[in-house]
T-cell receptor, first 114, second 115 residues
Framework: DQQVKQNSPSLSVQEGRISILNCDYT??????FLWYKKYPAEGPTFLIS?????DKNEDGRFTVFLNKSAKHLSLHIVPSQPGDSAVYFC?????????????FGQGTILTVHP | NAGVTQTPKFQVLKTGQSMTLQCAQDMNHEYMSWYRQDPGMGLRLIHYSVGAGITDQGEVPNGYNVSRSTTEDFPLRLLSAAPSQTSVYFC??????????????FGEGSRLTVL
């Protein structure tokens, strides 16, 4: 039972355009959400997070939106750059968690074309 | 500052062999964990630890053992390797309690093939 789902295995975008990566979750106990980026032969690196008390969080070109009623979050990258090409994982943590026990989605491969 | 260090980076085993994947962190993190990454499955939690002497099972613990005798080290033991354990393994650590920011720090991964 996949509690965090990324239904798009891949996404292809032109440089300068917006990239939108989506993630759905089923567990109502999740109240903290994160996005990680992974390059080949490297470990994932933290990108941005959002608490369930917010519906939007921005960090430079990256914005995460949370729709609690729909149990859906999305990552927007504007403008997209070729260096953004990587696998993106969304992850969730359950209520009351005070450490990094995360549930991950399957990942979406983003390719940004010059 | 090394961060999270995993060894070995690559390993080939025969079915039934045992081995230990090593993980060490130098950030004084209380929380450490092991994930495996398989195609189409994302990262799945194997075991985790919230401090020295404390470990617990994650989503896919069968066939693996862990122990945490120090804050720095969190080895993952494969007791009797099976082809289903062919995967890329990631060790991760983070702050915990009041210092938890949500960010996990990952090692570079260990690619294991079981023949």
């Amino acid at each position: 039972d996949q509690q965090v789902k990324q239904n798009s295995p891949s996404l292809s975008v032109q440089e300068g355009r917006i990239s939108i990566l989506n993630c759905d979750y089923t567990n109502s106990m999740f109240d903290y959400f994160l996005w990680y980026k992974k390059y080949p032969a490297e470990g994932p690196t933290f990108l941005i997070s959002i608490s369930s008390i917010k519906d939007k969080n921005e960090d430079g070109r990256f914005t995460v939106f949370l729709n609690k009623s729909a149990k859906h979050l999305s990552l927007h990258i504007v403008p997209s750059q070729p260096g953004d090409s990587a696998v993106y994982f969304c992850a969730a943590a359950a209520g009351g968690t005070s450490y990094g026990k995360l549930t991950f989605g399957q990942g979406t491969i983003l390719t940004v074309h010059p | 500052n090394a961060g999270v260090t995993q060894t070995p980076k690559f390993q080939v085993l025969k079915t039934g062999q045992s081995m230990t994947l090593q993980c060490a962190q130098d950030m004084n993190h209380e929380y450490m964990s092991w994930y495996r990454q398989d195609p189409g499955m994302g990262l799945r939690l194997i075991h985790y630890s919230v401090g020295a002497g404390i470990t617990d099972q994650g989503e896919v613990p069968n066939g693996y053992n862990v122990s945490r005798s120090t804050t720095e080290d969190f080895p993952l033991r494969l007791l009797s390797a099976a082809p289903s354990q062919t995967s890329v393994y990631f060790c991760a650590s983070s702050f915990s309690g009041d210092f938890w920011t949500g960010e996990l720090f990952f090692g570079e991964g260990s690619r294991l093939t079981v023949l």
